[in-house]
């Protein structure tokens, strides 16, 4: 007696099912042993070219999966992965969805659900944020033309006033004893990080940066964020992230050493911001710093690229990310021409 590999109906040796038509296994042949294999191999093309972008290659295979093992839970998982990285995050929870029926257990499917659920969430409040503007009659474009004026503005007056105080500052010390000015210096205290919310920001941008600032995120060994340092876009929930490097970075006695301490300083601040806004498909970080290496604190860029939440894998107060693992976690990277190398 053998038995149809797809269906399991018992039959005769040597002939097709007569319940689906597929083709028999020899009798006392464990059912699904000689292909689970090949399913795996198969599952594992079929992931290697989703992380190509070949989605619908990809696809292609899982359904051939699904049309030999229905309740292949991991082809469910995997398509539900496919159609997340195109952005089709409905059809993502339907997949997740169905292979959570199959192997409710599963911590990685649930947590993958989790996550697009919230990214569709945050779709679905910047789909009414943008109706709102337009519904008052003014376009993003303008909005965002009048918060860059507005911060030019205020910028030019600021100066202003700095330059007033330096002037003041010239002229008291010049008339001020020697013994004033000592007891000053001896009273002088450093002062808190200031929880001043950036001016121009969105309300999004704006509950972001008074989290890291309570959180002291935005002044520590690893960099400081300045008030401009975080713009998120809007239509594709990238966050633009500029850090300050420590100057102590730069004084490493090796290129390759400063390199991996600007790596490890920005994936440090990214997971931050990561942990206070998941919604967030990308985090560009931006490193500036002195390219002299004099030490004195400047601005010049000297390292972008782009961290993506499912490569924020190591949690880093638990342990530092490897050179290894900073390779494979940062796309697109790139180094000012004095770093390259």
Same mark, same amino acid.
């Given at each position: 007696?053998?038995?149809?590999?797809?269906?399991?109906?018992?039959?005769?040796?040597?002939?097709?099912?007569?319940?689906?038509?597929?083709?028999?296994?020899?009798?006392?042949?464990?059912?699904?042993?000689?292909?689970?294999?090949?399913?795996?191999?198969?599952?594992?093309?079929?992931?290697?070219?989703?992380?190509?972008?070949?989605?619908?290659?990809?696809? !292609?295979?899982?359904?051939?999966?699904?049309?030999?093992?229905?309740?292949?839970?991991?082809?469910?998982?995997?398509?539900?992965?496919?159609?997340?990285?195109?952005?089709?995050?409905?059809?993502?929870?339907?997949?997740?969805?169905?292979?959570?029926?199959?192997?409710?257990?599963?911590?990685?499917?649930?947590?993958?659900?989790?996550?697009?659920?919230?990214?569709?969430?945050?779709?679905?409040?910047?789909?009414?944020?943008?109706?709102?503007?337009?519904?008052?009659?003014?376009?993003?474009?303008?909005?965002?033309?009048?918060?860059?004026?507005?911060?030019?503005?205020?910028?030019?007056?600021?100066?202003?006033?700095?330059?007033?105080?330096?002037?003041?500052?010239?002229?008291?010390?010049?008339?001020? !004893?020697?013994?004033?000015?000592?007891?000053?210096?001896?009273? %002088?205290?450093?002062?808190?990080?200031?929880?001043?919310?950036?001016?121009? &920001?969105? %309300?999004?941008?704006?509950?972001?940066?008074? #989290?890291?600032?309570?959180?002291?995120?935005? !002044?520590?060994?690893?960099?400081?964020?300045?008030? &401009?340092?975080?713009?998120?876009?809007?239509?594709?929930?990238?966050?633009?992230?500029?850090?300050?490097?420590?100057?102590?970075?730069?004084?490493?006695?090796?290129?390759?050493?400063?390199?991996? #301490?600007?790596?490890?300083?920005?994936?440090?601040?990214?997971?931050?911001?990561?942990?206070?806004?998941?919604?967030?498909?990308?985090?560009?970080?931006?490193?500036?710093?002195?390219?002299?290496?004099?030490?004195?604190?400047?601005?010049?860029?000297?390292?972008?690229?782009?961290?993506?939440?499912?490569?924020?894998?190591?949690?880093?107060?638990?342990?530092?990310?490897?050179?290894?693992?900073?390779? !494979?976690?940062?796309?697109?990277?790139?180094?000012?021409?004095?770093?390259?190398?």
């Amino acid at each position: 007696m053998a038995r149809c590999q797809r269906c399991g109906a018992a039959t005769e040796d040597g002939t097709l099912c007569a319940r689906c038509g597929s083709a028999c296994a020899p009798a006392g042949a464990t059912p699904g042993a000689a292909g689970a294999g090949a399913t795996y191999s198969v599952l594992a093309r079929a992931n290697l070219l989703r992380m190509r972008a070949r989605w619908e290659e990809a696809a !292609s295979l899982c359904a051939e999966v699904l049309r030999l093992e229905p309740g292949n839970a991991s082809a469910h998982s995997l398509l539900g992965d496919i159609h997340e990285n195109q952005g089709n995050l409905e059809e993502a929870v339907h997949w997740y969805d169905l292979a959570l029926s199959l192997n409710p257990q599963s911590e990685a499917d649930t947590a993958k659900r989790s996550r697009v659920q919230e990214l569709l969430e945050a779709r679905r409040r910047r789909a009414e944020w943008q109706a709102a503007i337009q519904s008052r009659g003014r376009a993003p474009g303008a909005a965002g033309a009048l918060r860059e004026t507005v911060q030019r503005i205020v910028m030019v007056a600021l100066s202003a006033v700095c330059a007033g105080i330096l002037v003041t500052a010239a002229v008291l010390s010049a008339s001020g !004893s020697p013994d004033s000015t000592a007891s000053d210096t001896e009273g %002088a205290r450093p002062r808190p990080p200031s929880h001043q919310i950036p001016m121009g &920001s969105s %309300a999004r941008e704006a509950h972001l940066w008074q #989290e890291l600032s309570l959180a002291g995120v935005t !002044s520590t060994d690893h960099g400081q964020l300045p008030t &401009s340092g975080l713009m998120i876009d809007p239509a594709t929930d990238i966050l633009t992230l500029r850090i300050l490097v420590n100057p102590r970075v730069l004084r490493e006695p090796t290129l390759p050493a400063i390199r991996l #301490e600007i790596e490890h300083d920005c994936y440090w601040i990214a997971y931050q911001v990561h942990l206070r806004d998941r919604a967030l498909s990308a985090i560009r970080v931006i490193a500036l710093g002195d390219t002299s290496f004099s030490g004195v604190p400047g601005q010049d860029w000297l390292f972008t690229a782009t961290l993506r939440p499912e490569n924020l894998l190591v949690v880093p107060t638990t342990r530092q990310p490897t050179r290894e693992d900073l390779a !494979s976690f940062y796309e697109k990277p790139l180094w000012n021409r004095l770093l390259a190398g």
